[in-house]
């Protein structure tokens, strides 16, 4: 009965932060062509300050559920990745995760240091987006292909 609770937050989770990431990519780069650079420049300001607050809950409650449903469901499968397509792309989806949770750590620790320049952020920000684009790709992939 936990699989399921633990399913439901991990994508509610995945939802919020993967939108967060796309929102960031796909429409505030295209906005900051569109408005004036001292009104982007607080647009950006308040939006991290909220992203900041609250992803690290999220990334706890997707992290958390993850690793409660590998633990429920699939520790056996990860004991040897590469005996079925199921395991392989489960523990490839896991690595970037854990990439996407490192890229995290690494721009709050800029931030902390105040470090983060707008490079920075766009670098992290793109990296970040492929990685989410990768691992949603994987978490469908898992359940249709085999070999």
């Known amino acids: 009965m936990i699989y399921p609770v633990l399913l ?8 919020i932060f993967i939108g967060t990431v796309f929102f960031e990519v796909l429409f505030l780069d295209n906005i900051r062509k569109q408005l004036p650079a001292r009104l982007m420049l607080l647009l950006e300001q308040a939006i991290g ?5 609250l ?3 999220v990334l706890l409650v997707l992290f958390g559920a993850g690793i409660g449903m590998v633990w429920q469901r699939y520790l056996p499968l990860l004991a040897a990745p590469l005996a079925s397509a199921f395991a392989t792309l ?3 989806k896991i690595a970037l995760a854990a990439s996407v949770l490192l890229h995290f750590v690494w721009a709050m620790l ?13 670098l992290i920000h793109a990296s970040v987006f492929s990685h989410m684009i990768a691992i949603v790709v994987l978490a469908k992939a898992m359940f249709y292909l085999a070999w």
Do not use: N, S
């Open 49 to 53: 300050r909220r992203a900041r607050q």
């Open 8 to 15: 439901t937050l991990h994508l509610f989770a995945a939802l």
């Open 90 to 92: 489960l523990a490839l």
């Open 110 to 122: 800029l931030f902390r240091q105040e470090r983060m320049t707008a490079g920075w952020t766009r």
């Open 55 to 57: 992803m690290p809950w």
